[in-house]
Structure formats: structure tokens, C-alpha cells
């Protein structure tokens, strides 16, 4: 996948950035979970620029140190005499030359540098800290636990807190450009082979391109593709989960695998795992970026009224599919893992399609809110409320695969049982009762 989709806010931040930092040292932190296509943006980014791109490898600092300095001198024309060993070392001596030229530097996968040198972070921070106000360096790093990056940066008691002048955080491509890459690889495509791409990839960039260089361009054929014996998506799951939460991630998976099934309240899966999963919850939410609590739309924040959410479509997927049937493919019964998938993918996508619409919505409209509601008996659900303070109005949808399903009655009643409890919040507003299915994908 040759061609660049997107990221055109991200390009625009970051062309802002490399203007700044030409007068001033500039630091960004880049976020974003593994395959986003964070790597690919920095790379577009730098072109033809003065720049240098860094990369983490998991070796000794010395090692490090070693293919670091070639890269410094292949790129910027750095040539340090002497072997440089300690990663401090090599610092400094790259922010000196930036007191004298001006260059973009990326160090990719930096939350890897903690576990070659546990230093190396407050050491750093001296560096930056007595260099930063001469120097015209446009730094940026970025890495793909998020547990880790947010850690380092976001944590008062890190040395590196505090010494960001900017952060981006990736996100996925939204319904619209996901929309535009199946176009340009099958023209012809179907509702039910956007809706397969969704479902896999949520908008994840490297999932996108797997599938797409690979011909796998039709719903059929992603299912085939996902399924074969070299599939990256029958381990990447689990792989970007222990990266992030270690090797006690077993309650932590039979969670998500609840919540996979539909089972997203917390006192439903207090049942099933047999303790209070309080803490694995919030860990998974607020620490490691996974799941999100959802409350109807104007609920009060002190509310307990919420239900847990997978946030990520693939690992979704992930959870559902691969990691529930685990026995299969260490059999090696792919087909049949495939014939599972086929069957029931039908009643499983559709909280995907509702996922799919939210991001749609919010991609197109102008809106203050937008989520789902329920009353407090867990009745009367409406698939997505959208809402506009400013100019008060309140869209309501409802969601279904077939249009031929969809009950505007039963909308309209739910509705009206809305607006009465919802009272004071929307008085004034002026609402809509829409449709949707796959037809307006």
C-alpha cells in the first residue's frame, strides 16, 4: 500500500512543530497502540528533511550506542570520534550539535530505552534540561505501550515529566478512510466487506494494509486470510496485551473475553470470575487503554449506571474468536475455526455496525455528546443518542443490518421516554429520529 491515506490534522501538527523548533527546542511525545501507523506518519513527515529516525532495538546499550551513532552520521553528517558506549553520552553530544544546527530527530519505541538503561530517563532529562534554551532541535518520540509512554510523561514522579511541548496521540483511520482504501482496492465492494474490514481492523492501519496487499478484498476472502496458518491475527492480540499488562494477564483476558461475548456489566462479570473485578476494570480502562466505561448519554458522572466496552474492533474480534477458541488452532483446525467465525459473525457485528455509525456520526457532524442510552432498569435502549448543546439538537438512531428491521414506532416511544427523563438537559432542543443499516454504510 504504496499510497499515504490520511493524517492530514497529524501533518499539519507536526509541520507547526518543525516551524517552531527552528527557533526553539521542541519535544513531542507520540502515542498510539502497535500498528496504528505512527512509524509511517513520521517517516512521510520527515521526507527530505534534516532528520535522523532512531530506532529502539532491544539490545545492549553498548550495541545501541553503536548503531545509533552510524545512524546519526549516515543522517545528519554527526560524526562523533571515539566509541560512544553509554546512550547519556550520545545524547549529549547530539544535543550540543544541536545548539549549532537545526534537525529533526525521532527516537521510535523509546519506552524500550527503560529497560536497557533504568537511568538513562533521569539522565536525559539533566541533558535536555541544561541544553533545551539553545538548542534547535525538533525532538520526537514515540512508542507503543501506552502504559509506558503515559508513565514517563504523565507521571509527576518520572524525571521526564513535564518536558513535552507537545503530544499526539494517533487514532485509527476514521469510517471515511477506511471507506476509501477498500474503494481503491475493490471498487465493487459490498456493505458486508466494509463492515468485515471494520470489524478486523476498527481503522488500524497495519491491519488495513495486511489485508488489502494481501487480495483479501471481500468479506470471504479477510475470513480466509485471518484464518490461515500465518495469520498475524491469530496471535497479535495476545501479543500487544502482554507487552502491555505482562505475564499476569489471565484475569485480565477472561475479562475482556466476557465483555467480548456481551457480557458488560460489572456485576455480570463479578459472577462469572467469582471476585471483584473493580480494579482489573479500572486498570484496563485508565492504565493500559483497553476498554472504556459507557453511560447513557447526560447520565451524572458519579453515576454507576455503565457498561464496559472493548474499545479496540480487533481486539474485540481477538477476544470472541481467536482467544475463545484457542483449542482449535493449536489443533490446526483452521476450517473449522473459519466455519465458526462465518456463522456467527452475523449477530456479532452488530454492535460493530453501532460502532461503526458512532464513529461515522461524529466524523460528520458537530457534536458536544454522542453514545448510547438506557434506562436505569437496562430498558428502553437507544443505539446512539448525538448531540449538539449549541444548537440543540439531539439525533436520534437506531441501528440494524436490515433496513426491513428497523421499528421507528418503537424508536419514537423510546424516544419520547427519553426526553422525559432527560428533562431538564434538553429542554429547547430540537430532535430527529433516524434509521440506519447497512445500506447507509
Known amino acids: 500500500m504504496s499510497k499515504f491515506y490520511d493524517r492530514k490534522d497529524e501533518l499539519k501538527a507536526l509541520e507547526q512543530i518543525e516551524t517552531n523548533s527552528m527557533k526553539t527546542a521542541n519535544f513531542t511525545v507520540m502515542t498510539g497502540r502497535r500498528r496504528i501507523g505512527k512509524t509511517a506518519l513520521l517517516k512521510k513527515f520527515i521526507g527530505n528533511k534534516k532528520s535522523c529516525y532512531l530506532f529502539t532495538s532491544r539490545s545492549s546499550e553498548p550495541i545501541l550506542c553503536e548503531q545509533w551513532q552510524k545512524a546519526l552520521s549516515d543522517s545528519l553528517g554527526l560524526n562523533i570520534f571515539g566509541k560512544i558506549t553509554k546512550l547519556a553520552d550520545l545524547f549529549e553530544q547530539i544535543m550540543n550539535y544541536s545548539k549549532q544546527e537545526h534537525f529533526i530527530l525521532v527516537i521510535d519505541e523509546f519506552q524500550d530505552l527503560q529497560s536497557i538503561n533504568s537511568s538513562f530517563f533521569s539522565q536525559m ?3 535536555w534540561d ?3 534554551d539553545q538548542s534547535k532541535i525538533n525532538l520526537i518520540v514515540c512508542g507503543s505501550v501506552y502504559s509506558m509512554m503515559i508513565k514517563i510523561f504523565e507521571d509527576s514522579k518520572e524525571p521526564l515529566f513535564g518536558r513535552s511541548t507537545a503530544k499526539i496521540n494517533l487514532k485509527p483511520f476514521t469510517p471515511s478512510v477506511c471507506k476509501k482504501i477498500l474503494s481503491d482496492f475493490n471498487p465493487s465492494y459490498t456493505s458486508e466487506d466494509l463492515l468485515c ?20 478484498v471481500t468479506k ?32 485480565y ?8 461475548r456481551g457480557l458488560t456489566a460489572q456485576n455480570e462479570i463479578d459472577s462469572v470470575i467469582q471476585k471483584n473485578t473493580g480494579a482489573y ?30 474499545t479496540d474492533c480487533y481486539l474485540r474480534f481477538y477476544f470472541r474468536f481467536i482467544n475463545a477458541n484457542q483449542s482449535l488452532i493449536e489443533l490446526g483446525q483452521l476450517d473449522l475455526l473459519k466455519k465458526i467465525i462465518l456463522r456467527d459473525c452475523e449477530t ?22 454522542i453514545g448510547g442510552w438506557w434506562d436505569r432498569k437496562g430498558e428502553n435502549e437507544i443505539d446512539i443518542i448525538a448531540v449538539n448543546e449549541l444548537e440543540k439538537t439531539c439525533d436520534v438512531y437506531e441501528v440494524k443490518r436490515q433496513a426491513k428491521k428497523l421499528d421507528m414506532d418503537l424508536l419514537e416511544k423510546k424516544t419520547e421516554n427519553f426526553k422525559a427523563i432527560a428533562k431538564s438537559e434538553v429542554s429547547g432542543f430540537t430532535f430527529n429520529i433516524v434509521g440506519l443499516s447497512m445500506e447507509d454504510m
Do not use: C
Open 130 to 132: 541544561a541544553a533545551k
Open 253 to 260: 483476558f477472561s475479562i475482556l473475553a466476557l465483555i467480548s
Open 125 to 127: 532529562q539533566n541533558i
Open 197 to 216: 474490514l471494520y470489524m478486523l481492523s476498527g481503522g488500524v492501519a497495519k491491519y488495513i494494509f495486511l489485508l488489502m496487499e494481501s487480495g483479501s
Open 220 to 251: 470471504e476472502k479477510m475470513i480466509d486470510y485471518v484464518t490461515g496458518i500465518t495469520s498475524p491475527f491469530l496471535i497479535d492480540g495476545k501479543d500487544i496485551l502482554v507487552s502491555e499488562i505482562g505475564k499476569d494477564y489471565g484475569v
Open 281 to 310: 476494570l479500572t486498570n484496563l480502562a485508565e492504565k493500559f487503554n483497553v476498554i472504556k466505561p459507557i453511560k447513557p448519554v447526560f447520565s451524572k458522572s458519579e453515576s454507576r449506571n455503565a457498561r464496559w466496552q472493548i
Open 348 to 369: 456479532f457485528t452488530g454492535k460493530t455496525l453501532e460502532q461503526y455509525f458512532t464513529a461515522k456520526i461524529n466524523e460528520e457532524k458537530e457534536l458536544t455528546r
